[in-house]
């Protein structure tokens, strides 16, 4: 089964930058699609970006430009580059894999067609 864990979050000023890690164990297809999520107590989740079959990334509007989604096959591990952080941007950043299916082929951001949810990693940024 399918382990995810962040890790990489903490707090910093504005303007600031993070780099998030999930790490992933047990089953990991070579072709399942990666994404990173985020959720306050005051905003549903929503999509922050993700990494599909042959290297295809999207972003989210606030994200693109300031972040970046890559893996490392190698180490079994995604990232979330995050720079010119706001106070927006504090959350809690949850990645998540799924299959290679056409929902996600179409819809990347489809929250429910991920099947695998790491615990979340806290960004906190602020003065």
């Known amino acids: 089964q399918l382990r995810l864990v962040e890790s990489g979050g903490g707090s910093v000023a504005p303007g600031f930058s993070l780099t998030l890690s999930c790490s992933a164990t047990?089953?990991?297809?070579?072709?399942?699609?990666l994404a990173w999520f985020r959720q306050t107590p005051c905003k549903a989740r929503e999509a922050v970006a993700a990494?599909?079959?042959?290297?295809?990334?999207t972003y989210n509007r606030f994200a693109q430009d300031r972040f970046t989604i890559t893996k490392d096959s190698t180490k079994n591990t995604l990232f979330l580059r995050m720079t010119s952080l706001q106070p927006d941007d504090s959350a809690v950043y949850y990645c998540?894999?799924?299959?290679?299916?056409?929902?996600?082929?179409?819809?990347?951001?489809?929250?429910?067609?991920?099947?695998?949810w790491g615990q979340g990693t806290q960004v906190i940024v602020s003065e």
């Open positions: 990494l599909g079959r042959e290297g295809r990334t």
């Open positions: 998540a894999a799924g299959p290679a299916e056409q929902r996600l082929e179409h819809f990347p951001f489809m929250a429910g067609a991920y099947d695998a």
């Open positions: 047990g089953a990991t297809p070579e072709n399942s699609y």
